[in-house]
């Protein structure tokens, strides 16, 4: 007995594992993905609490009391900063000032000296 060939068979076959491959797929694949408006209003609202959580800690900074307090920068610190341009000091200004000098100590405190009579 030789057996008809039934294109109906083969076809039944591959849909089932067409279906199969398709279920695999779909258990595979994520329910939910991100598209370009997405990122975009997550991006703003990450932008926006970063806005808020700084100028609100700046604003807390500014409450405290005076050693605690944020510094005004000095223009000479940041001539880049200044508002009228870059402001350039002359030499004598930017040299670090003279330290004090001590007066000698008296014999009696010095420390006394390695030589043994």
């Given at each position: 007995?030789?057996?008809?060939?039934?294109?109906?068979?083969?076809?039944?076959?591959?849909?089932k594992k067409a279906a199969q491959a398709q279920q695999?797929?779909?258990?595979?694949?994520?329910?939910?993905?991100?598209?370009?408006?997405?990122?975009?209003?997550?991006?703003?609202?990450?932008?926006?609490?970063?806005?808020?959580?700084?100028?609100?800690?700046?604003?807390?900074?500014?409450?405290?009391?005076?050693?605690?307090?944020?510094?005004?920068?000095?223009?000479?610190?940041?001539?880049?900063?200044?508002?009228?341009?870059?402001?350039?000091?002359?030499?004598?200004?930017?040299?670090?000032?003279?330290?004090?000098?001590?007066?000698?100590?008296?014999?009696?405190?010095?420390?006394?000296?390695?030589?043994?009579?």
């Open positions: 007995m030789t057996m008809a060939y039934d294109p109906t068979s083969s076809s039944k076959k591959l849909s695999i797929q779909e258990e595979l694949s994520p329910p939910w993905f991100p598209d370009a408006a997405w990122h975009l209003k997550t991006l703003l609202g990450i932008y926006a609490l970063l806005g808020v959580v700084y100028f609100g800690v700046n604003a807390l900074l500014g409450t405290l009391p005076r050693p605690y307090q944020l510094r005004k920068i000095p223009p000479e610190m940041t001539p880049w900063l200044a508002p009228g341009g870059k402001v350039h000091l002359p030499e004598e200004e930017l040299r670090a000032p003279e330290s004090p000098t001590l007066p000698p100590q008296p014999e009696s405190r010095r420390a006394p000296s390695s030589k043994t009579k």
